[in-house]
């Protein structure tokens, strides 16, 4: 009932930047958390940021203070800033969020499909 898309991935140099977009839609329904998560080859799935009710943000300690992530609530979107690229940042980054569907009354996890970045060295 509710689909994330995530665009805006591609190739970029180090120490450039980048910016992610995962778009909500579908069912009439409410966002609560949202969350980005990246999983590069041979390596465990990693979260890189969170945002809860729009304002609250939390960073996995690796893209401190270089990564941002925020929403735009009128058009159910949230991004991720990627700035001072590394090639550590390689991999496929991943959308996902708390949403609860208005006629169906509980809150339920989705995820994107993903979208792949590459940071050349």
């Known amino acids: 009932q509710v689909q994330l898309v995530e665009s805006g991935g591609g190739l970029v140099q180090f120490g450039g930047s980048l910016r992610l977009s995962c778009a909500a839609s579908?069912?009439?329904?409410?966002?609560?958390?949202m969350r980005w998560y990246r999983q590069a080859p041979g390596k465990q799935r990693e979260l890189v940021a969170t945002i809860v009710g729009g304002r609250a943000t939390t960073y996995g300690d690796s893209v401190k203070g270089r990564f941002t992530i925020s929403r735009d609530s009128a058009k159910n979107t949230v991004y991720l800033e990627m700035t001072n690229m590394k090639p550590e940042d390689t991999a496929i980054y991943y959308c996902s969020g708390d949403i609860r569907v208005v006629n169906g009354g509980t809150i339920e996890e989705y995820w994107g499909q993903g979208t792949q970045v590459t940071v050349s060295s």
């Open positions: 579908g069912s009439m329904f409410n966002i609560y958390t």
